[in-house]
């Protein structure tokens, strides 16, 4: 069964603090990797990665993923109180359903 | 364009009466999906259609939920009959050709089963 684990589960910093978080999965002929951004309703496409080492980024975001060891990071730089949410990472292997884990609750604290 | 939009945003009913979901989908997207979310189990998916058929309904609970598509701009979620443990946001989503590529999400539909 494919499976997906986010750690830390929950996080909270200073504004100004870069913060790293991770997501690990296991999965039948993975196809690719998204990362969310969950506020107070639904989901938001933050990332999709597909091939190890290429470094996605949009401002302040970046990500990247290790198909060898399994597991992809997402940062934030200068993180503002703005970037409090729940991050969500999700998988896609072969049958082409996105599996979620239980995702990092971020607070940045003024 | 819209968005995905979900109806109605929020649910309240009690147990024991039949809830349905509604969901329209980004025009264009061709694959839909229902998903749960709850504090104890995240987000989960429940079932998904490619060209209005179902694909993957491997999540789906129990027989009380049910889903259609009976056409590429509309789909419902159904419930009978509802439980309090039924209680969660149940989200839409849809997308391009099956879940490799990125979910567009509703806002999500908050269903509370007193």
């Known amino acids: 069964e494919d499976k997906v684990v986010q750690s830390p589960l929950s996080l909270v910093v200073h504004e100004g603090d870069t913060v790293t978080l991770n997501c690990s999965y296991e999965?039948?002929?993975?196809?690719?990797l998204l990362w969310y951004k969950q506020e107070k309703k639904a989901p938001t496409f933050l990332f999709m990665l597909?091939?190890?080492?290429i470094e996605k980024k949009s401002g302040r975001l970046s990500s990247i993923l290790d198909k060898k060891e399994l597991f992809s990071i997402l940062n934030i730089t200068a993180t503002q109180t703005g970037d409090s949410a729940i991050y969500l990472c999700?998988?896609?292997?072969?049958?082409?359903?996105?599996?979620f884990g239980q995702g990092t609750r971020l607070t940045i604290n003024p | 364009d819209a968005g995905v939009i979900q109806s109605p945003r929020h649910e309240v009913t009690e147990m024991g009466q039949e809830v349905t979901l509604r969901c329209k989908p980004i025009s264009g997207h061709n694959s839909l999906f229902w998903y749960r979310q709850t504090m104890m189990r995240g987000l989960e998916l429940l079932i998904y259609f490619n060209n209005n058929v179902p694909i993957d309904d491997s999540g789906m609970p129990e027989d009380r939920f049910s889903a259609k598509m009976p056409n590429a701009s509309f789909s419902t979620l159904k419930i009978q009959p509802s439980e309090p443990r039924d209680s969660a946001v149940y989200f839409c989503?849809?997308?391009?050709?099956?879940?490799?590529?990125?979910?567009?999400f509703g806002p999500g539909t908050r269903l509370t089963v007193t």
């Open positions: 597909t091939s190890s080492g």
């Open positions: 999700a998988v896609v292997g072969g049958a082409q359903k996105l599996v």
């Open positions: 999965v039948t002929n993975f196809r690719s």
């Open positions: 989503a849809s997308s391009f050709s099956g879940g490799a590529y990125e979910q567009y």
